[in-house]
């Protein structure tokens, strides 16, 4: 399985950024799904997850309420949307596939990982 993340790139804060997560190798549309991410100087941690039907979804408490996981399984596709963006947000950004079927939110339940994909918030 591969895991090919985009969307990153440079913002202002209080802006948007939409990553994507496309999947090839394999139908992954029975695991959960997931987004970390990891700040120069800092360990990985994790930002929102997603259950295999897309009808259960988890957030770090950081990012509730500005961050939206969603896929679309048709396109075997992750989706993060991010708005309201700020300077601690800075991270290379990981998609991640659980070897399950739910939310969890600790990296050893992730058996695929994608490359990253940068977002850089400016204040």
């Known amino acids: 399985v591969q895991l090919q993340a985009s969307g990153g790139g440079l913002v202002q804060a209080g802006g948007s950024l939409r990553l994507s997560c496309a999947a090839s190798?394999?139908?992954?549309?029975?695991?959960?799904m997931a987004w970390f991410r990891q700040a120069p100087g800092k360990e990985r941690e994790f930002v929102a997850a997603?259950?295999?039907?897309?009808?259960?979804?988890n957030y770090a408490r950081s990012v509730k309420g500005r961050f939206t996981i969603s896929r679309d399984n048709a396109k075997n596709t992750v989706y993060l949307q991010m708005n309201s963006l700020k300077p601690e947000d800075t991270a290379v950004y990981y998609c991640a596939a659980n070897r399950f079927m739910g939310v969890g939110s600790t990296d050893n339940e992730y058996d695929y990982w994608g490359q990253g994909t940068l977002v850089t918030v400016s204040s």
């Open positions: 190798g394999r139908t992954l549309n029975r695991n959960g």
């Open positions: 997603i259950n295999w039907s897309g009808g259960s979804t």
